[in-house]
């Protein structure tokens, strides 16, 4: 488990620098955090980035790994199938866009920081990415598309891994 919130924090921290340093090669200001108050929209300034129904089909926590051994999971797997369309689950900015090479089980990576939000810190991971829509240090909006349903990584099947943080976790 700490291994795994020391990879955690690691990641947040290269999104981190990685927008900075974006910001800094287009000579510009780092993006400003969204808004303290996002639109509300069905309850909920944050959807799915699959469209509905959406099927969890592993859940956060810890679960038998496909590959062996028991793992914590920190995110949700959906159901989506291979080349369908993934969205930006708020407006944002792109904190990174990871490569599968060399990125380990995540595969294709999209990080999205959407600033403060009620007085928190929240950033939306997106894993397996077929390919990317976006690169860093774009502005997105919620229900942009950041990239296709893949199965880059270490996976069984096309998939979406989907991951919130808030302030970090």
């Avoid at 780092?30 to 509300?40: D, G, I, V, Y």
């Amino acid at each position: 488990r700490r291994k795994e919130a020391e990879r955690i924090a690691a990641e947040k921290a290269a999104a981190d620098k990685a927008a900075r340093e974006q910001a800094a090669q287009n000579n510009r200001p780092a993006p400003a955090p969204a808004p303290t108050s996002a639109p509300q929209v069905s309850g909920s300034w944050i959807q799915p980035p699959v469209p509905a129904p959406v099927y969890v089909t592993s859940p956060f926590g810890m679960r038998q790994y496909p590959f062996g051994g028991m793992w914590m999971h920190n995110g949700v797997d959906l159901r989506s199938r291979c080349g369908e369309a993934q969205t930006a689950a708020a407006d944002g900015v792109i904190a990174a866009v990871v490569p599968a090479a060399g990125n380990g089980t995540h595969g294709n990576q999209v990080f999205i920081n959407h600033g403060i939000v009620g007085g928190r810190s929240y950033v939306t991971v997106t894993n397996h990415l077929q390919a990317f829509n976006v690169r860093s240090g774009q502005s997105v909006t919620k229900g942009q598309v950041i990239g296709w349903t893949g199965e880059t990584g270490r996976v069984t099947a096309c998939h979406v891994h989907f991951e919130v943080w808030q302030d970090g976790t």
